[in-house]
């Protein structure tokens, strides 16, 4: 599957993975920042944003296949820097588990390396036949919105919510039912951490609830060597909520590689 993508900025690669049900523009920030100093690639991922939507379970295997495809339709055979959030994570674990040759470091943002419980995934099955049933992502955007922000985002930043909505309902019922299943199905992964061996970031909001940072701490322990930084201010969109610190702390990363 083709994949729709920004690709700016010099010096090394650093592969960006959005998170459910959103797209790439929710790296506007690091594009800007990080894009001035590296080489920032930010897929639209199968069914979001620009990428074309195909009917049925969205895996994630097949979703880190198809940026397999992306960075080499762009000839990029060197390791990449590859970092995901929450779903986008889960993405970068199936991709470096399958392919380790092609990460030269992992950031894991906001995200897990566990699978659905089995109550997570039949609720999940249940939002996708629902999302089917009324062609509607809205009890979906109406549900989920709320969860991903901090007291602070809401309070204090509104304007970085309304952003998020609109990317929410621009995703089409079949893609959200599609990722939906596919992360219903996704494999445990807590056992693949201790063979991660590349520098490892996990990056979480203080105030994430979706993937807490006790979970990000055990996450980051696991891994060897890895870094932990917990963002303030920020709940499950740590990037996009505390634009300045993750930035400042996925550079600090970044520069620690050279
Ligand atoms: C995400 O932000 O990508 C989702 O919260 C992932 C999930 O639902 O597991």
């Given at each position: 599957m083709l994949l729709a993508y920004d690709d700016d900025g010099p010096g090394p690669v650093v592969v960006l993975l959005h998170g459910?049900?959103?797209?790439?523009?929710?790296?506007k920030a690091q594009q800007a920042r990080i894009g001035s100093l590296y080489r920032v690639i930010s897929p639209d991922l199968?069914?979001?944003?620009h990428t074309a939507a195909p009917y049925g379970i969205y895996t994630i295997d097949e979703m880190a296949d198809d940026v397999l495809d992306l960075l080499n339709a762009l000839q990029l055979k060197e390791p990449v820097v590859l970092g995901g959030l929450s779903m986008g994570g889960y993405i970068a674990l199936s991709l470096i588990a399958r392919h380790?040759?092609?990460?030269?470091a992992l950031m894991l943002m906001d995200t897990r390396a566990g699978a659905d419980s089995t109550e997570a995934a039949l609720a999940r099955q249940e939002l996708a036949k629902q999302v089917e049933a009324t062609r509607s992502v809205e009890h979906v955007v109406t549900t989920m919105l709320p969860k991903l922000f901090s007291e602070t985002t809401r309070s204090l930043h509104p304007d970085r919510i309304e952003p998020v909505r609109r990317m929410m309902e621009h995703t089409p019922a079949r893609t959200v039912a599609g990722a939906l299943r596919g992360m219903a199905a996704r494999p445990d992964r807590t056992n693949d951490l201790a063979r991660i061996h590349v520098p490892t970031l996990v990056l979480v909001g203080?105030?994430?609830?979706?993937?807490?940072p006790n979970e990000a701490r055990a996450m980051a322990q696991a891994i060897p060597g890895a870094q932990l930084e917990i963002i303030p201010h920020?709940?499950?969109l740590a990037p996009l909520e505390n634009p300045s610190a993750s930035n400042e702390a996925i550079l600090r990363f970044l520069s620690s590689l050279a």
């Open positions: 459910f049900p959103l797209n790439r523009t929710m790296w199968r069914g979001h944003g380790p040759e092609r990460v030269r203080e105030d994430d609830t979706i993937t807490p920020a709940g499950h």
